[in-house]
């Protein structure tokens, strides 16, 4: 059974081997084909949300605050403040006479009785068509508090998810340049774009330590105002979610002079050129060294039990659907790490250079896919068969609904799947699912015919 697309989705979907490479992206969604993608406050909130003392406060209905309310599974080392969800609540009568007083109102309460180290205002849809001036507002409470209070300018009814990151790029490269930079060392990082799931950048600065480099600031897993202020003393940006934060490390690129390299934590492979790159990057022989000696303790601990798990999942199929494509390449790498053949892969925000790096490294057959929706999603997954579907929150209901697998890789879970530790527990999450006994009572609907099942 192979997939009928809507007209106007046709040029978004590729099958490699069948004719030359050409995909369309980087467009609005299809108007009623609902899009996996999330709108532009969406967007900027996952990106600014893990900075962990800062005040997060959303100028809009009652439904965006909840709809984001702890939205990533981002742990803090110490201030939880960025877990408590404000919001102003605007009702009809804010709609009609404005809501900059319930507002100004607001961040007044809010900063007396938390006493965050910045505040995030960020304007949604209703926003945008009722006209508050957040500068304005912002502008007057900085002034009265003495803590900077930074508009994040993402209202926009479109699925554009990637207009909301470059609008928490711009509310932060507020801050930067702010901070005093004495004392950082000449081998000093910032890490943007990993978000501290299930503690992942605390695994990742450790590496990093252990090779002999300094963090200056995480953006923005467990961040801190005071970090993110003196980010651009920092000799390199280390770019993980490009999607997210490329367009701060190209900001800081031009104005500081700071460069910038993209890297992916997930994989053996992935992380372990992660670290070299930035080992290179500095010149200093002890700094490869060690890094050489991080990398082969670490593979040495993992290697035999994943050998144990890829002897079971040689052979099984896999599909992946992300919200960046950079995380796509590295699940392609780890899959094939453990025997999985990757059948279909696509993403929710990427360019046509990401989509020809995956059509590069995947096998013939496979499905690439932009800004899909749930139905061509389900077919994907009954035309090929597959034995787990990675994805989040959105696309688990499609996995169980047809009784395959799942294995979330977005920014609500629990288990971490960075650095090396991470590659052991993702096949061992995939292994769980993969194999579990109970598909032995739901039958697996991939076959395209509508099989229920019988009791």
């Known amino acids: 059974m192979e997939t009928t697309a809507l007209k106007e989705r046709e040029t978004q979907i590729y099958r490699k081997g069948e004719s030359t490479f050409e995909i369309t992206c980087n467009k609005d969604s299809l108007a009623g084909a609902v899009s996996q993608r999330a709108c532009v406050f969406c967007g900027s909130r996952v990106v600014l949300y893990p900075i962990a003392d800062a005040l997060h406060l959303v100028h809009g209905p009652i439904g965006c605050a909840v709809y984001t309310w702890d939205i990533r599974g981002a742990l803090s080392s110490g201030p939880e403040l960025h877990r408590l969800s404000f919001s102003t609540d605007l009702q009809e009568r804010d709609v009609i006479f404005g809501g900059e007083k319930k507002l100004e109102s607001a961040l007044h309460e809010l900063i007396d009785r938390h006493s965050p180290k910045a505040a995030f205002v960020y304007s949604t849809c209703i926003v945008g068509i009722i006209g508050d001036d957040l500068e304005a507002v912002c502008r007057r409470v900085t002034e009265e508090k003495g803590i900077p209070v930074i508009p994040v300018q993402s209202e926009g009814f479109k699925g554009n998810k990637r207009s909301g990151y470059k609008a928490a790029c711009n509310a932060m490269f507020r801050l930067i340049g702010t901070g005093d930079t004495s004392g950082i060392s000449k081998y000093s990082i910032n890490i943007l774009g990993d978000f501290n799931l299930a503690g992942e950048i605390w695994m990742v600065r450790e590496y990093f330590r252990r090779m002999g480099i300094e963090v200056v600031a995480n953006i923005t897993g467990d961040g801190r105002i005071g970090d993110i202020c003196r980010a651009h003393g920092a000799a390199l940006n280390v770019v993980q979610c490009s999607g997210a934060t490329m367009d701060l490390a190209n900001m800081m690129e031009e104005k500081y002079?700071?460069?910038?390299?993209?890297?992916?934590?997930?994989?053996?492979?992935?992380?372990?050129?992660?670290?070299?790159?930035?080992?290179?990057?500095?010149?200093?022989?002890?700094?490869m060294e060690r890094t050489r000696l991080l990398i082969q303790e670490e593979v040495q601990k993992i290697y035999p039990e994943l050998q144990k798990y890829k002897k079971a999942l040689t052979g099984k199929k896999a599909a992946i659907y992300v919200g960046g494509s950079f995380k796509a390449f590295s699940l392609v790498k780890a899959f094939r790490l453990i025997g999985m053949d990757v059948v279909m892969v696509g993403s929710q925000t990427g360019t046509t250079e990401d989509y020809q790096e995956l059509e590069a490294i995947t096998d013939p057959g496979t499905i690439i896919v932009d800004d899909s929706n749930p139905l061509e999603l389900t077919s994907f997954l009954k035309e090929?068969?597959?034995?787990?579907?990675?994805?989040?929150?959105?696309?688990?209901?499609?996995?169980?609904?047809?009784?395959?697998?799942?294995?979330?890789?977005?920014?609500?879970?629990?288990?971490?799947?960075?650095?090396?530790?991470?590659?052991?527990?993702?096949?061992?999450?995939?292994?769980?699912?993969?194999?579990?006994?109970?598909?032995?009572?739901?039958?697996?609907?991939?076959?395209?015919?509508?099989?229920?099942?019988k009791r």
Not at 257 to 279: K, N, Q
Not at 429 to 436: N, R
């Open 257 to 287: 002079g700071t460069p910038s390299m993209r890297v992916s934590y997930f994989g053996i492979e992935d992380m372990s050129e992660a670290l070299y790159d930035v080992a290179r990057f500095f010149k200093d022989p002890d700094i």
């Open 384 to 453: 090929k068969e597959v034995d787990v579907f990675v994805g989040g929150v959105k696309e688990r209901p499609i996995a169980y609904k047809l009784g395959v697998g799942f294995c979330d890789h977005n920014h609500e879970r629990k288990e971490a799947l960075a650095g090396f530790t991470g590659m052991l527990n993702f096949a061992r999450e995939v292994y769980s699912s993969v194999m579990s006994p109970v598909w032995k009572f739901v039958p697996r609907n991939t076959k395209g015919n509508d099989q229920t099942f």
